[in-house]
């Protein structure tokens, strides 16, 4: 069974930082993409960033590049999210995604976590 298990949300301010982890486990053939995505309310889910499991190539969505950073630690299947210059228009729930595919740009492959709330005040 495919877990994914996600942390680090909260409230913060407008300019602050965040870092959100997540752990998956149980993909029987091997998770190689991670990724994130997200969903303000009302509003679509998005792709925020993925990151390949053997290069470590990363790709970024539109309105995070420069301010979010992803990474991985591919020893404990752990992805990473590093969030800075935060704006109120960041506020969403964060999905952690992973996938048998190189990326989790296929979202119909793609396992997904919980999600946890970022909020981002004015």
């Known amino acids: 069974q495919v877990r994914l298990i996600e942390s680090g949300g909260g409230v913060v301010q407008a300019g602050d930082s965040l870092t959100l982890a997540c752990v998956a486990s149980?993909?029987?053939?091997?998770?190689?993409?991670m990724g994130w995505f997200r969903q303000a309310p009302g509003a679509e889910r998005q792709f925020v960033a993925t990151?390949?499991?053997?290069?470590?190539?990363?790709i970024y969505g539109d309105g995070v590049k420069g301010r979010f950073t992803i990474s991985r630690e591919n020893d404990n299947n752990t992805v990473y999210l590093r969030m800075e210059s935060l704006k109120p228009e960041d506020t969403a729930i964060y999905y952690c995604?992973?996938?048998?595919?190189?990326?989790?740009?296929?979202?119909?492959?793609?396992?997904w976590g919980q999600g946890t709330q970022v909020t981002v005040s004015s």
């Open positions: 995604a992973a996938s048998p595919m190189s990326d989790v740009t296929m979202t119909d492959l793609n396992y």
């Open positions: 149980g993909l029987a053939g091997g998770i190689y993409g």
């Open positions: 990151i390949t499991k053997s290069s470590g190539k990363t």
